[in-house]
């Protein structure tokens, strides 16, 4: 391997790293903000909130709970990509039969596609979870205000 094809590994590597350390981040905030807005949503001062402080922090609730469910689905995809390629590097090590090609082929492009869906459904995790802060922190100030 040239040094360049060995940068590039390096900085693959990191980057994976970096996904899994995010996705994971997320995913405790996520179930952090679950169990303190359940907190809340529990207590007997809940119901003297006014309708927008109660709703606002039930929209929270719902959103925190929808981002770690995103996150758990992007660990997953992650999961069965990394599966699903170290099976590949294992089959591209025998015989090139026809058949096995055809796999290889089909095999290459479904792992593209977990790829892409562990980063999209980590996107979608990143912005539920900060619409979830958004809307909490905005109850917490109108709570405080009444």
């Known amino acids: 391997m040239n040094e360049l094809e060995s940068r590039i590994a ?16 997320f995913l405790i905030f996520s179930v952090s903000a679950l169990g303190y807005l359940s907190t809340i949503l529990l207590s ?6 006014s309708f ?13 709970g ?21 099976r590949i590097v294992r089959e591209e090590a025998k015989d090139k039969t026809p058949d096995r090609v055809r796999w ?23 912005a539920v979870f900060t619409l979830a802060m958004f809307a909490a922190g ?4 109108l709570a405080v205000q009444t």
């Open 10 to 25: 390096r900085w693959d590597e990191i980057r994976r790293q970096q996904l899994s350390f995010s996705i994971n981040l």
């Open 44 to 49: 007997e001062r809940f119901s003297g909130y």
């Open 52 to 64: 927008a402080v109660r709703y606002l922090f039930f929209i929270a609730f719902l959103l925190a």
């Open 66 to 86: 929808l981002a770690a469910l995103f996150g758990i689905g992007s660990s997953i995809y992650r999961l069965l990509d990394f599966r699903l390629t170290a």
């Open 104 to 126: 290889l082929d089909k095999a290459r492009k479904k792992a593209k596609t977990l790829g892409r869906l562990s980063w999209c459904a980590f996107w979608i995790q990143a």
């Open 138 to 141: 905005i109850a917490i100030v």
